[in-house]
């Protein structure tokens, strides 16, 4: 894997989403994360699927739906400051309302 990607486990463990990378994975194998990028959206399949900076990602965490902007790929999983610098919150993904009051 070049060093502009990374597998979607790892960083959905790095960004701290997930306590473990076997629960990242599971996740990833139960269809539960969708990818977008350039316009194509799709559910990943696999956890060694590789993300880069820019992707956007979808998924339910916590009973939420949680859509993000991968910005950086990161190099450890480092404290909760560090992690929340690899990606960026977007609006609500298509086709889902955001939660009423």
Do not use: H, N
Not at 29 to 39: D, T
Not at 65 to 75: F, K, N, W, Y
Not at 78 to 98: K, Q
């Amino acid at each position: 894997m070049s060093e502009d990607a990374c597998r979607i486990d790892v960083w959905l463990w790095r960004a701290r989403f997930f306590k473990t990378r076997a629960l990242a994975a599971l996740a990833v194998e139960e269809g539960r994360i969708r990818v977008s990028r350039g316009g194509q959206e799709s559910r990943l399949d696999k956890p060694s699927r590789a993300v880069r900076p820019g992707d956007g990602l979808v998924f339910v965490l916590g009973g939420r739906v949680t859509a993000v902007r991968i910005e950086a790929l990161g190099a450890r999983r480092g404290p909760a400051v560090e992690a929340r610098a690899l990606y960026a919150a977007m609006d609500s993904p298509r086709g889902v309302d955001p939660p009423s009051v």
